[in-house]
């Protein structure tokens, strides 16, 4: 059997003809089986969503309730929305106060985290200082090793930094240990060829650090920033431990205040909880394609 195929003959004999029908139908089947993935992982991504959002949205339903109706039906549908409970809560809870404070240990912490990131993680990534490897082996035992609270109670007591804002700025800085172990795996997929172009021309380390790696590498630093932004934000151990003026909590420390005076009002704490996770929230939604930028870039390093 021939075929003309631009002008070109091909021969097909009755294996070929049969060998190239099998294949077809493999390749249907193949198809039909991969058609019905995209359902399960629709499925799949519901009950995620389920699973995260259900909680949120019954923590909402709580905070609308009046005390009287959540005592009467706990776990029924709002019927009259009670949008007082969050100004009741922000007043009394003081939390405008706290707010403040965790904005600053955040942007402070955070910040100086992702600079010792920057620092720690280009040299240890390109091999310009001695060990190389010991260090990365240790920026991933820094992520198993506990808190050691103790220690650093008496190191910020022998340093006069003990219930301090500035005591406290230091300690939450280098709680993440993913910082520069996250940098460093994203530092290794900039090209070598930049780092010899700039030795080149004369270019110096810190000049050659904060105008070229630190442009390329914006995404693996707002990765950095975000995961210690998000860490300062729920913090609560540390400041209980190296606070002792409730003035200076920040804000997760302020709703453990707040549970302890106003534990029998579940619609004022759930407002109170509502106040202090809505800025993560809030933030996430803008910044989430930041965080996914930086974790591929340090994967594919």
């Not at 629709?42 to 609308?64: H, R």
């Not at 010991?134 to 006069?160: E, G, I, K, S």
Request: overall charge positive; charged content about 10%.
């Amino acid at each position: 059997m021939s075929e003309i195929s631009n002008g070109s003959m091909t021969r097909k004999g009755p294996g070929m003809m049969g060998e190239t029908i099998s294949r077809s139908e493999e390749r249907m089947r193949r198809h039909r089986r991969i058609g019905h993935i995209p359902w399960l992982a629709y499925l799949f991504v519901a009950l995620i969503l389920i699973t995260f959002i259900f909680p949120m949205l019954f923590l909402l339903n709580t905070a609308l309730k009046n005390n009287t109706e959540f005592i009467s039906n706990p776990v029924g549908v709002v019927t009259s929305l009670n949008w007082g409970n969050f100004s009741e809560a922000w007043q009394k809870g003081s939390f405008g106060a706290y707010f403040l404070n965790t904005v600053i240990y955040t942007v402070c912490g955070a910040g100086f985290g992702t600079l010792i990131a920057l620092f720690m993680g280009f040299p240890v990534a390109r091999g310009y200082i001695r060990g190389a490897k010991f260090w990365n082996l240790l920026f991933t035992l820094v992520l198993f090793l506990p808190n050691a609270l103790m220690t650093q109670f008496q190191l910020l007591l022998r340093l006069h930094l003990y219930n301090t804002q500035l005591g406290y700025i230091l300690m939450v800085a280098v709680g993440v240990g993913i910082g520069p172990l996250l940098f460093s795996g994203f530092v290794t997929s900039l090209p070598r060829d930049l780092d010899e172009a700039a030795a080149i021309d004369g270019v110096g380390y810190w000049t050659y650090l904060f105008k070229f790696v630190v442009p390329l590498a914006k995404p693996a630093l707002a990765t950095v920033f975000i995961l210690q932004a998000v860490w300062i934000w729920n913090e609560i151990i540390l400041a209980t431990v190296l606070f002792s003026d409730q003035s200076k909590f920040p804000i997760s420390a302020g709703l453990f205040a707040f549970k302890g005076t106003y534990s029998n009002n579940w619609p004022l704490l759930a407002a109170a909880t509502l106040i202090v996770a809505a800025p993560l929230v809030l933030g996430y939604i803008f910044i989430q394609r930041y965080l996914v930028n930086g974790v591929l870039g340090a994967v594919k390093g």
